[in-house]
């Protein structure tokens, strides 16, 4: 791990050389940060930079993401500042993941700075929908069959746990799925998903295996509920005062 670790850093460095760029945080993303990669796994690195004040003021400004590798062990992309607070604005879940990831590679005061202020922009009501529409995007698409590959079980599980998270506590969930098993799911399916995660991390995740009627039916029904509480939730309408101070308090 701390080879990785230092070869990620490396490659941050040589990101911030090559693009003028400051990099404020940098995560791991996916199944690493959820607790459940497989042996071959590879690196999910996202990460969020800041610009020149320059840059800002071009009449073209440079593009808004940096895609800076993709191999079968580095997957390396990054978001500018500028299009997180945009999407914060929107209440985008996948930038409460990266604040809430377990593995992080590097940080500051100006990300802590983020992490605080996002939290007054979580909205109940998008991440359900977003969380939801992953859940049933996996079970339309890979669990009708009478086999079905393994770890996408642990795919449309992680979301709706998720969704049972946010409709319990109004909060982002935890990235850990091990967390939000141990909160969510109810105790007889326990049993049946840590079988799945020990030959997932085994690297049996590409097994088909027949249907588990017990998790489809749990799946099934957890999509019906949570619909209904997502047309329920109530949103609030945000304001753009605290990410326009926070945009203008990075160049002071």
Not at 110 to 122: G, M, Q
Not at 123 to 136: F, G, I, R, V
Not at 184 to 201: F, G, N, S
């Amino acid at each position: 791990m701390q080879s990785i670790t230092r070869e990620i850093e490396r490659k941050l460095k040589e990101i911030e050389e090559k693009e003028n760029v400051t990099v404020i945080m940098a995560v791991e993303s996916g199944s690493r940060a959820w607790g459940f990669a497989s042996k071959d796994s590879d690196y999910d690195v996202r990460f969020l930079y800041v610009r020149s004040r320059e840059d800002y003021l071009k009449l073209q400004p440079p593009r808004d993401v940096i895609e800076w590798q993709l191999d079968e062990v580095l997957d390396i992309n990054g978001w500018d500042i500028r299009k997180a607070l945009v999407l914060l604005y929107k209440s985008n879940p996948t930038l409460f993941e990266w604040c809430n990831s377990p593995i992080v590679y590097r940080t500051s005061r100006k990300f802590d700075d983020f992490r605080a202020l996002a939290l007054r922009y979580f909205s109940p009501k998008a991440a359900l929908y977003h969380y939801w529409s992953t859940a049933y995007g996996v079970k339309k698409n890979f669990l009708q069959g009478e086999t079905v590959r393994m770890k996408k079980y642990l795919y449309a599980l992680r979301p709706l746990l998720a969704c049972r998270w946010i409709i319990d506590k109004n909060l982002p969930p935890p990235i850990l799925f091990d967390t939000l098993v141990k909160e969510e799911l109810p105790e007889p399916l326990i049993r049946e998903v840590d079988a799945l995660l020990q030959k997932k991390k085994e690297g049996m995740e590409t097994s088909m295996i027949a249907r588990v009627p017990a998790l489809q039916e749990y799946i099934e029904s957890s999509l019906e509920e949570i619909r209904l509480a997502a047309g329920d939730s109530v949103s609030d309408s945000p304001v753009w005062d605290e990410l326009d101070a926070y945009f203008l308090g990075l160049f002071e």
